[in-house]
């Protein structure tokens, strides 16, 4: 007969998370490059878009442009501020620190112009007729050009 004390068990630890991976440069990339594509694709959805009679690819057109900018853009900024920017920001380097401020400012215009953007998007997706298409008409351009504003190329160009 063993005197050998058995140690209870402990309970399990509840099931958590996988931590999220930490963005490459090159997701990053394809993420910027399916943002040009969607701004692409929105420029289009606004040419065609009436007053009235919204079909249903327009409804859907609407519904897809809102998720991607709610979710993988807006995850695309953060990581761009959380992952990369602290980084160029320490490096020293006054013209690189320049670049990365203004893009810190972009993604701040480009936050407040989808605030404005995507009640007008996320209406026509869901059937209703308030939107303005001549607001949308006229704010879709200044989106699009925050975006493409070339400060990438020129970031990727410095020593």
């Not at 490459?24 to 594509?37: K, Q, S």
């Not at 998720?67 to 900024?77: K, M, P, T, V």
């Not at 998007?121 to 504003?149: H, K, M, N, Q, S």
């Amino acid at each position: 007969m063993s005197t050998a004390k058995t140690r209870p068990s402990l309970p399990r630890r509840p099931e958590r998370a996988a931590v999220p991976a930490i963005p490459t440069f090159e997701m990053l990339d394809a993420t910027h490059r399916e943002v040009m594509l969607t701004l692409e694709r929105l420029q289009q959805w606004v040419d065609q878009l009436g007053a009235q009679d919204v079909s249903e690819v327009t409804r859907t057109t609407a519904e897809e442009i809102c998720r991607f900018f709610d979710g993988s853009a807006r995850a695309h900024h953060a990581a761009e501020e959380t992952h990369v920017f602290p980084n160029l920001l320490a490096s020293g380097d006054a013209a690189l620190v320049q670049h990365v401020r203004r893009l810190q400012q972009d993604h701040g215009w480009l936050e407040e112009d989808w605030i404005e953007l995507q009640p007008q998007l996320r209406a026509v997706a869901e059937g209703y007729a308030w939107y303005d298409p001549d607001f949308l008409r006229a704010a879709i351009p200044v989106f699009t050009e925050l975006y493409r504003y070339p400060l990438w190329e020129e970031l990727l160009a410095l020593p």
